[in-house]
Nanobody
Framework: QVQLVESGGGLVQPGGSLRLSCEAS???????MGWYRQAPGKQRDLVAS???????NYVDSVKGRFTISRDNAKNTVYLQMNSLKPEDTAVYYC????????WGQGTQVTVSS
């Protein structure tokens, strides 16, 4: 129903910033979107989500450091990540949460000195 393409990952030093982008192949106007991450040997967990009304939710570990936003005109969701820590290292996935489910291919984020 939709294809999601993430970009913006990479290697960054602790304390640095990255902005991830997720472009959808169709309108996301009425869709709840989220960013998930999966570290090696761990399960994939929700990091942040944004609903069609603009409300947002964050996991406690990223509150105050990460910001999720959306540009419906560009069919794109962003994740601004500041004050990055080594424990933020993971593959980050974009996901359609509602009213259906779809995953992107993921983008690697590595926080290391």
């Amino acid at each position: 129903q939709v294809q999601l393409v993430e970009s913006g990952g990479g290697l960054v030093q602790p304390g640095g910033s990255l902005r991830l982008s997720c472009e959808a192949s169709r309108s996301i106007f009425s869709i709840t979107m989220g960013w998930y991450r999966q570290a090696p040997g761990k399960q994939r967990d929700l990091v942040a989500s944004t609903s069609s009304s603009g409300s947002t939710n964050y996991v406690d570990s990223v509150k105050g450091r990460f910001t999720i936003s959306r540009d419906n005109a560009k069919n794109t969701v962003y994740l601004q990540m500041n004050s990055l820590k080594p424990e933020d290292t993971a593959v980050y996935y974009c996901k359609v949460i509602w009213p259906f489910t779809a995953w992107g291919q993921g983008t690697q984020v590595t926080v290391s000195s």
